[in-house]
């Protein structure tokens, strides 16, 4: 399984951008995998941002509570993250996760940057 994640870019404070990650090499395997976006900072670890499972329940990290929205599109097999009114802090890379109950995958991280 190979997982492709795009979408990232420099934008102001305030503004937003919504980030994908498609999933391909194996039939029916997006249907039974959990998704997730985590983030890397300048200096700092890989953090949790959002997670959705299968059945489409979401977590979100409480720094971007209200703002970010992931969702999933089995059709595309592709999963999003809709960014809105982002701040400087925002700013990293963003990598996608995907993992069933017998394999995981991360996807190669795009490159998100909030600057005036």
């Known amino acids: 399984v190979q997982l492709q994640a795009y979408g990232g870019g420099l934008v102001q404070p305030g503004g937003f951008l919504r980030l994908s990650c498609a999933v391909s090499?194996?039939?029916?395997?997006?249907?039974?995998?959990?998704m997730a976006w985590y983030r890397q900072g300048p200096g700092k670890e890989r953090d949790l941002v959002a997670s959705i499972t299968v059945g489409g329940r979401t977590r979100y990290a409480e720094s971007i509570k209200g703002r970010f929205t992931i969702s999933r599109d089995g059709a595309k097999n592709t999963a999003y993250l809709q960014m809105t009114n982002l701040k400087p802090e925002d700013t990293g890379v963003y990598y996608c996760y995907g993992a069933t109950p017998d394999a995981d995958a991360w996807g190669q991280g795009t490159q998100v940057t909030v600057s005036s």
């Open positions: 090499g194996s039939i029916f395997i997006f249907a039974s995998m959990g």
